[in-house]
């Protein structure tokens, strides 16, 4: 079993920065990818971010480019994601999850584990 917490949510002014931490614990595992995605109510989970186990090929939802960044931190067993210049359709839930398809990056149904989402509101 694979825990993820997620952590860094709150309410935040238009143009403001916040950092989302994503802390994994319990089963160790290799050639993994860990991912962002936010679910804005009455709308589906989308993608955000994508970082596969070396820290590499990030990925980011077209919306996010420029703006948001994902790290990792393997000693800390931790994953981020510091988002900058905030919009108010940028507030959503913001899930954190681990998966094997490094190739599946974008697609909620290849994650297996999910953390219980920290809120991001943004105001205009």
């Known amino acids: 079993q694979v825990q993820l917490v997620e952590s860094g949510g709150g309410l935040v002014q238009a143009g403001g920065s916040l950092i989302l931490s994503c802390a994994a614990s319990g089963r160790t595992f290799s050639n993994y990818v860990m991912g962002w995605f936010r679910q804005a109510p009455g709308k589906e989970r989308e993608f955000v971010a994508a970082i596969n186990w070396s820290g590499g090929n990030p990925r980011y939802v077209d919306s996010g480019k420029g703006r948001f960044t994902i790290s990792r931190d393997n000693a800390k067993n931790t994953v981020y994601l510091q988002m900058n210049s905030l919009k108010a359709e940028d507030t959503a839930v913001y899930y954190c999850?681990?998966?094997?398809?490094?190739?599946?990056?974008?697609?909620?149904?290849?994650?297996?584990?999910w953390g219980q989402g920290t809120q991001v509101t943004v105001s205009s």
């Open positions: 999850a681990v998966g094997w398809d490094v190739l599946a990056y974008s697609t909620p149904v290849n994650y297996a584990y």
